[in-house]
Nanobody, 130 residues
């Protein structure tokens, strides 16, 4: 089992920044690829970003590319999502998730699918005001 706890959400004005953190406990953190997803009210949960086990590969949804950065610190068992130039449409509950990472290619569709992740956090709310 892997337990994931997100933090860092809040209310921010459009154009502002937030950094989300996701602390993992349980099994060896570096064995898992880590992803961030988000879910806005009335919408499906959607992929935001993924990072490989050693942090060497990343991929992003087109909607956040160039504004968000995913990173991880395996010594601290933590994955981060730096969000800059926030827009009202970024408002959502943000979830981190862990995947055993059976696919070594991170640029395809595998890691953008919710079903590729075995463990999920409870989420943290991000609200961007206009």
């Amino acid at each position: 089992q892997v337990q994931l706890v997100e933090s860092g959400g809040g209310l921010v004005q459009a154009g502002g920044s937030l950094r989300l953190s996701c602390a993992a406990s349980g099994r060896t953190f570096s064995n898992y690829a880590m992803g961030w997803f988000r879910q806005a009210p009335g919408k499906e949960r959607e992929f935001v970003a993924v990072i490989s086990r050693n942090g060497g590969s990343t991929n992003y949804a087109d909607s956040v590319k160039g504004r968000f950065t995913i990173s991880r610190d395996n010594a601290k068992n933590t994955v981060y999502l730096q969000m800059n130039s926030l827009k009202p449409e970024d408002t959502a509950v943000y979830y981190c998730a862990a995947s055993v990472g059976r696919i070594s290619y991170y640029g395809g569709s595998y890691y953008s699918q919710k079903t590729s992740y075995e463990y999920w956090g409870q989420g943290t709310q991000v609200t961007v005001s206009s």
